[in-house]
């Protein structure tokens, strides 16, 4: 088994990684991979905060906030431990939880969503540190959740508020998810589409197949209604922003028989939305297609989920140069400003301060045999650190 990383020494990323990984997190579990970091920053100087949150009808969920030194700039590395389940182990080529460093990759599961970014961001400030001293010209944080991958409900949202509340300002973002598609130094990303859950339900009458007149189908009635929402593209995308896209994700019916037609059939729906639209006109948009289908005859209801998002954009040069000069210097590769794919923490952490993301290459996550080089996370550490150097200079 891989050695514990020495917390004396600055943390050899591959092998803090390895450890991680070695720390079966899947949310909400904090597996000891939180405690593992605390044993890595603490020593090195960080004053490290574990608070839990906890909300009605959600998981208790751990998380970890570790600052050094004082004053601006503040630069707060953000990212999470928990992880995706593996699946059945038995479909891996190596344990999920084991951190098999082989073939020059460490494997297993979060390898790259993300303890592979935060070994790295962890890697970089410690070796920033030893080679100053012991302190930053400024003040370095990490925010970590465990709550990422879950409802994000206890995590990165609460602990934002609650190092606002203990007197903690940012300067600058950096969140360590993977945003490479293919090769280390691909994207960086400055923003993100929004997201919004919704479901609409069709009120029927319940009654028997064979009396079909004295009942009302909700089914063909919601496959109208689903039908007018996608009749059409929502856009065309805009400038810095992917198209919209509106997918149905699940119908439900509660119904069991086959020979009553049941009372209600309802439709869930997940929209990831660019910087054309915002919540409220999305909830318009959809009313508009919804009554225009009902007409007199479908009775329906349009419920929106708490927790939806809207779209942002970082506009903070000097965050996206010093990042993007740092990668180009690493790499020998201009990354792309991308808003592309899902959304992040980030969504959070954009209303206290500007954000940006860059990690490992995404291609692997959440899947079987999720892992990441060993040459990238050594590449990646060397960016951060370039930029740290570059940061507080
Ligand atoms: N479960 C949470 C958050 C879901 C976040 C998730 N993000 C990703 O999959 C990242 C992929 C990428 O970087 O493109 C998502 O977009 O659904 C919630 O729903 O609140
Ligand atoms: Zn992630
Ligand atoms: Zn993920």
Not at 33 to 41: D, I, K, P, R
Not at 109 to 134: H, N, P, S
Not at 219 to 243: H, N
């Amino acid at each position: 088994m891989p050695p514990v990383p020495d917390a004396a020494t600055p943390a050899d990323p591959a092998q803090l990684l390895s450890a991680l990984i070695r720390c079966p997190s899947v949310t909400p579990a904090e597996g000891g991979a939180l405690a593992l970091l605390e044993s890595v920053l603490a020593p090195a100087g960080f004053m490290v905060s574990r608070p839990v949150f906890r909300e009605a009808g959600t998981p208790d969920v751990e998380n970890l906030f570790a600052t050094i030194g004082s004053g601006a700039p503040h630069l707060v590395f953000a990212g999470h431990t928990d992880v995706v389940p593996p699946g059945d182990p038995a479909r891996w080529s190596h344990g999920p939880f084991a951190g098999d460093i082989a073939d020059g990759f460490v494997h297993g599961r979060g390898a790259v969503d993300m303890k592979g970014g935060i070994a790295a961001f962890v890697a970089a400030a410690l070796g920033y540190l030893a080679d100053r001293g012991g302190a930053p010209s400024g003040t370095i944080s990490l925010l970590i959740t465990g709550d990422e991958e879950g409802p994000s409900v206890n995590g990165t949202v609460k602990l934002l508020d609650w190092a606002a509340k203990n007197g903690h300002r940012f300067d600058a973002a950096i969140v360590g998810e993977p945003t490479n598609p293919k090769r280390l130094g691909d994207a960086i990303k400055v923003g993100r589409r929004g997201s919004l859950s919704g479901r609409i339900t069709v009120f029927g009458r319940q009654g028997h197949v064979a009396y079909p007149h004295l009942a009302i189908n909700p089914i063909p009635q919601l496959t109208k209604l689903i039908r007018r929402v996608t009749a059409e593209a929502l856009d065309e995308g805009s400038e810095r922003f992917d198209p919209s896209n509106l997918e149905f994700v699940g119908l439900d019916v509660d119904n069991t028989a086959w020979n009553v037609i049941p009372a209600e059939a309802s439709a869930r729906f997940n929209i990831r939305f660019n910087d054309q639209w915002t919540v409220a006109t999305l909830e318009a948009w959809l009313a508009a297609r919804l009554d225009e289908a009902a007409g007199n005859e479908i009775a329906y209801e349009l419920e929106l989920m708490e927790g939806a998002s809207e779209s942002f954009l970082t506009h903070s040069a000097e965050l996206i140069d010093s990042l993007t000069n740092a990668v180009e210097a690493v790499t020998g590769r201009r990354p792309e400003l991308s808003t592309s794919g899902g959304t992040s923490d980030a969504r959070f952490i954009k209303d206290y301060c500007p954000v940006v993301e860059f990690g490992l290459v995404g291609e692997t996550m959440h899947q079987v045999d999720e892992r990441a080089a060993v040459e990238d996370l050594v590449a990646l550490t060397a960016i951060y650190r370039r930029f740290l150097d570059d940061w507080f200079g």
